[in-house]
């Protein structure tokens, strides 16, 4: 069955130092995964996405996140967080009759 | 960037009284329109999929006739919950499908009392 798990459901970081957000999938095939950020009591926000074009994909924020076959991931990184980052977020990949299958999620946080 | 709006944003209504909530994407047309239902610090459940001018396909344990769905337009879905009762109070989310990506509505938090 296909999967994506996000390995932490809890991130916390100082303000200015990077961000790493980790995401697996599982697919048997090339799959489209996104990332989007949810804001308390909002709805998700589309931060990035990768489609089988470039495997370093730059989203909305500073944020970016590489594509690795061969680790079956799609981590998303930010050079340095803002406060404004604290957010939870969600690795999405999406299947054959797109279909959506969500990660748990991963609270951020970040400490001034 | 695609925008799709959700109304109302919050919304209370009293237990056996029925409450529609909208989903419109403003600036594309959405072919495909999904319903979630979030609980507190979870992910998202779906809950349906509507594709314009068919009925809609509901996920295992979702009951149809509790949670109709309309999708009559490319820009509009509704999600109707009949006869409401406490436990479905939650946060419901709408996304439109465009361009093979699904963008997301603000949310609607239902409280039943």
């Known amino acids: 069955a296909q999967s994506v798990t996000q390995l932490d459901s809890h991130v916390s970081v100082s303000e200015g130092t990077p961000v790493l957000l980790r995401c697996n999938y599982s697919?048997?095939?090339?799959?489209?995964l996104f990332w989007y950020v949810q804001h308390p009591n909002k709805g998700l926000q589309l931060l990035l996405k990768?489609?089988?074009?470039?495997?370093l994909v730059k989203g909305i924020n500073g944020f970016e996140a590489e594509f690795k076959k061969s680790e079956t991931s799609f981590h998303l990184t930010k050079p340095s967080a803002h406060m404004s980052d604290a957010a939870e977020y969600f690795c999405?990949?999406?299947?054959?009759?797109?279909?959506?299958?969500f990660g748990a999620g991963t609270r951020l946080f970040v400490k001034a | 960037g695609a925008v799709v709006s959700q109304h109302p944003s919050r919304v209370i209504c009293k237990s056996g009284t029925s409450v529609k909530i909208e989903c419109r994407s403003l600036?594309?047309?959405?072919?495909?329109m999904f319903w979630y239902r979030q609980f507190p610090k979870q992910s998202l459940m779906l809950m349906a999929t509507s594709n314009e001018g068919s009925k809609a396909t509901y996920e295992q344990g979702v009951e149809k006739d509790k949670f109709l769905i309309n999708h009559a337009s490319l820009t509009l879905s509704t999600l109707t919950v009949t006869s409401a009762h406490p436990e479905v109070s939650s946060f419901y989310i709408c996304g439109g499908e465009g361009g093979n990506t699904i963008y997301f509505g603000e949310g609607s938090w239902l409280t039943v009392v």
């Open positions: 990768y489609t089988s074009a470039a495997t």
């Open positions: 999405v990949q999406h299947t054959g009759g797109f279909k959506t299958i």
């Open positions: 600036d594309f047309q959405a072919t495909t």
């Open positions: 697919s048997s095939y090339s799959p489209s």
